[in-house]
């Protein structure tokens, strides 16, 4: 368990990768480190490379949200999972999965079973990728039906947008999730700019039960009608808790809304990215503790 060092500005992909010669590149860092260790992103004033990559059981932590970015230059890249991933303080920028191929994918998704937590991160200009039902922009990338546990927390997601093959557009993707997997969504911000081409799931297909718990979450539509849950299907087991659908909203599926309002959240400037609440916004002290 030994965390390794990463810095855009400085790293070199052949120094020692401690805190005074680290790395550059997370693909480096990655073939370089084994299971369970740490790769730890220093604050940098350029961007780090987010580039295709295979991650099994690793922490990915940036010292800041702000000070670490991984852009891909709009470029069709992703990050594959299995088993236990830790990704947090990280702005995600530019990811933008290529259109014109019958293939789906997510851009951090997992084939296997995996324990996915995404906590503290940012996510600009990115898109996912759906043909057929598969894919996403966090989720499934196909595969047999599995045992997944995703939890993603206070996390900004600003203006997600998803390419369209031939099915709909699912922005957190449980298909190929098997009963007895679990996603929790708690404390994030989700705007929508830009509306999809097709109807806009945001969880969708599970291949069972699975139980996915929504609290203390922000969505704001500025588009068209969007689904909390696929209307195909009536699998899953959605509860959602003090929660904030403003917009146009339909719950597709069956769905449990305890303390959920409906009204404009009232952010500082939302056109410029600024996502705190307004003194006299509506969601100040209406959580619940987690």
């Not at 470029?75 to 920028?93: A, D, L, M, P, Q």
């Not at 898109?127 to 206070?154: E, H, K, Q, W």
């Not at 993707?173 to 679990?182: L, V």
Request: net charge negative; glycine share 8%; proline share 3%.
């Amino acid at each position: 368990m030994t965390t390794y060092y990463l810095n855009a500005d400085t790293g070199v992909d052949s120094g020692a990768g401690d805190a005074a010669h680290p790395w550059k590149t997370i693909v480096y860092a990655i073939a370089h480190s084994v299971a369970l260790d740490t790769l730890y992103c220093q604050n940098s004033a350029a961007t780090f490379d987010f580039r295709t990559a295979t991650i099994t059981n690793r922490n990915i932590i940036g010292q800041s949200v702000s000070g670490v970015v991984f852009d891909g230059a709009n470029g069709f890249y992703r990050w594959s999972c299995t088993e236990v991933i830790n990704i947090t303080n990280i702005w995600f920028k530019n990811i933008s999965l290529q259109t014109g191929t019958a293939w789906s994918t997510c851009i951090i998704g997992y084939t296997s079973t995996a324990t996915i937590t995404i906590s503290n991160c940012r996510f600009n200009n990115c898109y996912g990728r759906v043909y057929g039902s598969d894919g996403g922009l966090i989720g499934s990338i196909g595969g047999p039906a599995i045992v997944a546990n995703l939890t993603i927390s206070t996390c900004i997601f600003d203006d997600p947008k998803i390419y369209i093959g031939t099915g709909n557009a699912d922005l957190f993707a449980m298909k190929y999730a098997a009963a007895g997997s679990i996603f929790n969504f708690n404390n994030n911000v989700i705007i929508i700019r830009t509306a999809s081409q097709q109807p806009l799931y945001l969880f969708a297909f599970p291949n069972g039960n699975v139980a996915l718990t929504i609290k203390n979450s922000i969505f704001r539509n500025l588009q068209a009608s969007i689904a909390i849950g696929d209307i195909n299907t009536n699998l899953g087991i959605y509860t959602v808790y003090n929660s904030d659908f403003n917009g146009t909203f339909t719950d597709g599926v069956t769905v449990s809304k305890t303390s959920c309002i409906t009204t404009d959240p009232l952010f500082v400037d939302e056109n410029n990215g600024n996502f705190n609440l307004r003194p006299t916004s509506p969601c100040i002290d209406t959580g619940t503790i987690i």
